[in-house]
């Protein structure tokens, strides 16, 4: 359950602290006070998309915090300790989003990637938003519904992951099968490429080490040139050396320091470097004395780089990268000789996942066939208590024409409806207008809610499009779903705010130069004005109170 939800300059929101409890509660307040922002906050939270336009004016970041109370939550706290997060019986989600755009997410104070908050948000709250009645003239949705219904998710995951592995083989055999007509060029072409690299030494190639060395017999002479000339200014030279320079130095300082004796520090530094100058001088030379010209070997290493330049170019590589290129050329070339035996394995392979795939979704075709009764059972009902009394609600599980293996099944899954009696049932997008499509969708949701295992429920405006006494039966369904979990709802009718445990009011304040927006739980009096409100016009009297109170004193009675 969702106790708290705080959140710091998100939009409107400036600062808002925010506790909640079991049950219904609803949040209300006039168009644009900011109702919608909360749940904007709470999709942030839980993983999505961000960018700097959230970000309150003139602010640096916004930042939403939620914490949960897990008790109940077992899969939550199981996926928790799955991926060390886990911290006892609650959950702490905070998410920050910069005004440059970037975001950060942790988990009880661990950093998380956004999959992650994701995977984890989907076990905390399902949000069902203003537009679900248009989603829902999507088949892939409608599926998707049937088979949250049907709790069919542990078979669609074994079906899912039997048609990526068929999916996998499969392909992977067609492109064999292709290449096979060109196998034995392919085979002789590679061979060729391979015996022609293997000229090149590939055990010992070192292409950097042949480049220094071609490099350093090139510039032999210069080498040598500057080398003499440095070991004569170091060392050789009598009168100019540096070593009779540092000499002289160090003689006429260790003089003088009899008198000074803070000068000895000075005069060791000067003879460690007489000492570091002639080691260096005497290095040179012995370098210098080990070099020969050998324009034999400078042939050589300018014939092996050419070779090498030449192949590069040729493979469109780079020098260094032709020891791969062989690795790769042979690896293809196995991949050819031994691709018969490939195709067989592969060929088992699919045939055995086709085999499992046909199993898995056999049994799922008929879960969802025994379900669809159920379910269009029980909406056809409730659609009649929400003002359809004549409305038939029926699910159509048929047979894709594509018999190769498909993502979540072979079945086509379809609502229809059937508006008044003695006419065909036909798709929703046909035959539903909107205030039906509304109510349709609303009785959807409440159903596949009941069993559903998510421990807070958000409706966002879920009720739009209905009004009177159909509000009332919803603000009914709405509290009773309410009874075994959280449900926080989003509306402009008085008939479901009357019906909630606790009422949230949203107010605008416009009283600075930056509009925000705040959230306070009323008590019984304030609950009573601001259905009066809901209910009145501009002028609230007070039949229109006791209207109102009427109302809370109905809902209250419920459960």
């Not at 072409?189 to 690299?197: S, T």
């Not at 791969?324 to 031994?338: F, M, V």
């Amino acid at each position: 359950m969702l106790l708290n939800l705080n959140i710091i300059d998100l939009a409107v929101v400036k600062s808002l602290d925010l506790d909640l409890t079991k049950g219904m509660s609803v949040l209300t307040g006039e168009t644009g006070a900011g109702k919608s922002i909360l749940l904007t906050a709470l999709g942030l939270a839980l993983g999505d998309r961000a960018d700097s336009g959230y970000v309150r004016p003139d602010c640096k970041r916004a930042e939403i915090n939620l914490e949960f109370d897990l008790t109940d939550i077992h899969q939550a706290q199981q996926w928790l300790k799955d991926h060390d997060l886990d911290d006892g019986q609650h959950c702490l989600i905070r998410r920050v989003v910069s005004d440059d755009g970037r975001s950060k997410a942790t988990i009880n104070n661990r950093p998380v990637t956004l999959q992650m908050l994701q995977e984890l948000s989907e076990k905390l709250v399902q949000i069902h938003g203003q537009h679900a009645h248009l989603t829902l003239l999507n088949s892939d949705e409608q599926r998707r519904l049937l088979d949250t219904f049907a709790k069919n998710q542990p078979l669609l995951d074994k079906i899912n992951d039997c048609y990526r592995q068929w999916h996998k083989a499969h392909k992977e055999l067609e492109n064999l099968t292709k290449a096979s007509a060109d196998q034995l060029q392919r085979e002789e072409f590679l061979r060729y490429q391979i015996e022609e690299l293997q000229h090149l030494d590939l055990h010992n190639y070192n292409y950097t080490a042949l480049s220094e060395e071609h490099s350093k017999l090139a510039n032999l002479e210069n080498i040598l040139a500057i080398g003499q000339r440095q070991v004569d200014s170091l060392y050789e030279n009598d009168q100019l050396s540096v070593n009779q320079l540092l000499s002289q130095s160090v003689s006429e300082i260790t003089q003088i320091a009899r008198f000074a004796p803070e000068l000895n520090e000075i005069s060791a530094m000067l003879s460690e470097a007489q000492i570091q100058t002639e080691e260096a001088a005497l290095q040179l030379r012995r370098f210098i004395k080990a070099q020969e010209a050998d324009p034999q070997r400078m042939a050589s290493l300018e014939n092996q780089i050419g070779v090498i330049q030449k192949f590069s170019r040729k493979h469109h590589v780079a020098p260094e990268e032709l020891p791969e290129l062989a690795e790769n050329l042979e690896r293809e070339l196995d991949g050819l000789t031994h691709s018969g035996e490939r195709m067989a394995t592969l060929t088992l392979q699919t045939e055995q996942l086709l085999k499992q795939y046909q199993k898995h979704a056999s049994e799922l075709t008929l879960i969802r066939h025994q379900q669809a009764k159920k379910l269009q059972q029980q909406i056809s009902a409730m659609i009649k208590e929400l003002g359809m009394p004549q409305g038939e609600f029926l699910v159509d599980c048929s047979t894709l024409e594509d018999t190769n293996p498909k993502l979540n099944g072979k079945d086509k899954i379809e609502f229809l409806v059937c508006a008044n009696p003695g006419l065909p049932a036909k798709p929703l997008a046909k035959v539903a207008s909107g205030g039906e499509l509304s109510r349709i969708s609303l009785a959807i949701q409440v159903t596949t809610s009941n069993d559903n295992t998510t421990p807070t429920m958000i409706f966002d405006e879920v009720d739009s499009g209905i009004g009177g006494g159909i509000a009332e039966i919803v603000g009914q369904k709405l509290r009773n779903l309410g009874l075994g979990r959280q449900v926080i709802c989003v509306t402009h009718l008085p008939q479901v705010a009357a019906q909630a445990h606790s009422h949230l009011y949203v107010e605008k304040n416009n009283k600075t130069d930056v509009t925000s927006s705040s959230v306070r739980l009323l008590n019984n009096e304030e609950r009573v004005e601001e259905i009066a409100r809901m209910l009145g016009g501009i002028i609230i009297t007070e039949n229109t109170r006791t209207h109102a109170r009427e109302m809370l004193t109905t809902g209250n009675k419920r459960q």
